[in-house]
């Protein structure tokens, strides 16, 4: 399947004023500033298929945000090469935008003051959308999301989560080949999460609709992506599948035992010392065990320890999805 994001060698610079303590410092502040440079992205490079959903993940301040603004037109880089569907976002913007939806989960694009009902029908007047696909894509979209109880409240009234829903909507009512979604589950409850989730894997299965996906969440990441691209400190340090990081940088597995008196045990195993196949002979040769179950390692932790610097990953070339 075709690439529908090329993304090579992206970097994007701030330079910031550096202030120091005390009246002395302020006074130089305002007359001879001093400035440090942050490499808020720094040499990115990933492509990704037509009807992909991609997981774009790091800490606070990795750069995320920075890439989905670049990738959807908003933001310059200072250097490297963005093409999507045959277009240069950032040049060729007004072209671009009709093929992508962009929803910022801490900046809603909906009227704070009008029913929601008229914020989705401004979309459709700046999108053009034919009132037939309009009228189609609402009608689905309001009932998968469960929207009927609060389209026609103004969005000032509106949870978090009835208003994240509203967002998403607004953004796929013109059917987008391309959708970027930054931070759409935060601080949502899990009802509503789920439904978003439910949601993003339908539209995918059913459109094709090319997703690429930032969350803090590693629920999102499980329950809808397939592919991950870890960022941090603006540099790409991990591209490949879940699975793959589970099972390459997991090095233990819980196993729940049922033993024939209906005690339940549960073992923890080094799997990086003892492989698995010898863990399970070993516990076939009891025989008191009644049933085993074993427990895959959950991706929260492995992310967490490469967040904290406990677990380095190989070098991002290796990983690189081709």
Not at 7 to 31: E, P
Not at 97 to 121: A, Y
Not at 184 to 200: H, M, N, Q, S, Y
């Amino acid at each position: 399947m075709e690439n529908i994001i090329e993304v090579g060698d992206i970097k994007k610079y701030y330079r910031i004023a550096k202030r120091g303590k005390g009246m002395t410092a302020s006074l130089k502040y305002l007359f001879n500033r001093s400035y440090e440079i942050k490499k808020a992205v720094d040499t990115v490079s990933f492509s990704i298929k037509r009807g992909e959903i991609v997981g774009f993940i790091g800490p606070n301040g990795a750069g995320k945000s920075t890439t989905i603004k670049i990738l959807s037109g908003i933001l310059y880089p200072d250097a490297g090469d963005v093409t999507i569907r045959g277009y240069i976002p950032y040049k060729q913007r007004k072209q671009y935008v009709k093929h992508i939806g962009v929803v910022f989960g801490q900046k809603t694009q909906l009227n704070w003051d009008l029913p929601l009902i008229e914020s989705f029908e401004l979309m459709k007047f700046i999108y053009r959308i034919p009132q037939e696909k309009y009228e189609k894509n609402l009608s689905l979209f309001s009932k998968l999301l469960e929207m009927e109880d609060f389209i026609n409240q103004p969005v000032r009234q509106l949870s978090l989560g009835q208003r994240m829903r509203g967002d998403i909507v607004a953004a796929l009512l013109h059917s987008p080949e391309i959708v970027f979604l930054d931070e759409p589950t935060i601080g949502l409850d899990v009802v509503a999460k789920e439904k978003i989730r439910e949601f993003i894997r339908y539209i995918n299965e059913k459109e094709q609709t090319t997703i690429l996906f930032t969350t803090h969440d590693m629920q999102d990441i499980e329950k809808v992506c397939d592919r991950l691209i870890i960022i941090d400190k603006g540099k790409k340090i991990y591209d490949g599948s879940i699975d793959q990081i589970k099972n390459k940088y997991a090095n233990s597995k819980t196993v729940e035992i049922l033993l024939e008196n209906d005690e339940k045990e549960t073992r923890t195993f080094d799997i990086s010392e003892t492989p698995m196949n010898t863990v399970m002979e070993n516990l076939f040769a009891q025989k008191n065990i009644k049933d085993i179950s074993i427990c895959e390692p959950e991706i929260d932790g492995i992310i967490r320890d490469i967040y904290e610097g406990r677990l380095v990953l190989d070098d991002p070339t290796a990983k690189e999805t081709v």
